[in-house]
C-alpha cells in the first residue's frame, strides 16, 4: 500500500485523536416517541409481509401442496408449480411493496431521502 502524505487525513473511530461524538442531527429529525412509532410501522410492515411470503411459499408449496395439485397454472399441478415458482414471484413482488410502502412510511415521518434534496434516492 502507497504511503499517504500528510494532506490525505483518514478518519477512524476507534482512534483516540478522533473520538466518536455524539450526534445530535437525529433528535432533530425526529423525537424519540416518534422515532419509535417509525420504527414499530417499519417492523408492523416487515411482519405483515413476512408472513404473506411463509404463506405462499410454505403454506401453498408444500403444507397444501398435495390439495392444490388438482388445479394447474400454466399446465403444471399448482402446488408443484407454487413450491418451484410461486414463491420466488411473490417474494419479487413483495420486494416492490416493500419499497413503496417504505417510502410511504418515511414521508409520513418526515425522513423521506427525496425531501432531503439529497439525491441519493432510488
Given at each position: 500500500?502507497?504511503?499517504?502524505?500528510?494532506?490525505?487525513?483518514?478518519?477512524?473511530?476507534?482512534?483516540?485523536?478522533?473520538?466518536?461524538?455524539?450526534?445530535?442531527?437525529?433528535?432533530?429529525?425526529?423525537?424519540?416517541?416518534?422515532?419509535?412509532?417509525?420504527?414499530?410501522?417499519?417492523?408492523r410492515?416487515?411482519?405483515?409481509?413476512?408472513?404473506?411470503?411463509?404463506?405462499?411459499?410454505?403454506?401453498?408449496?408444500?403444507?397444501?401442496?398435495?390439495?392444490?395439485?388438482?388445479?394447474?397454472?400454466?399446465?403444471?399441478?399448482?402446488?408443484?408449480?407454487?413450491?418451484?415458482?410461486?414463491?420466488?414471484y411473490?417474494?419479487?413482488?413483495?420486494?416492490?411493496?416493500?419499497?413503496?410502502?417504505?417510502?410511504n412510511?418515511?414521508?409520513?415521518?418526515?425522513?423521506?431521502?427525496?425531501?432531503?434534496?439529497?439525491?441519493?434516492?432510488?
Amino acid at each position: 500500500m502507497a504511503d499517504k502524505d500528510e494532506t490525505d487525513t483518514v478518519h477512524h473511530h476507534d482512534n483516540q485523536d478522533n473520538p466518536i461524538g455524539h450526534s445530535t442531527h437525529d433528535a432533530d429529525v425526529m423525537s424519540e416517541t416518534r422515532l419509535g412509532d417509525y420504527w414499530r410501522a417499519n417492523l408492523r410492515l416487515l411482519g405483515w409481509l413476512l408472513s404473506v411470503w411463509f404463506i405462499f411459499s410454505f403454506g401453498l408449496g408444500i403444507v397444501f401442496a398435495d390439495t392444490l395439485d388438482s388445479f394447474t397454472i400454466l399446465g403444471f399441478p399448482m402446488g408443484f408449480w407454487f413450491a418451484q415458482q410461486g414463491g420466488i414471484y411473490v417474494f419479487v413482488i413483495l420486494i416492490f411493496v416493500y419499497v413503496v410502502r417504505m417510502r410511504n412510511i418515511d414521508k409520513a415521518f418526515g425522513v423521506s431521502d427525496e425531501d432531503s434534496g439529497t439525491g441519493d434516492a432510488l
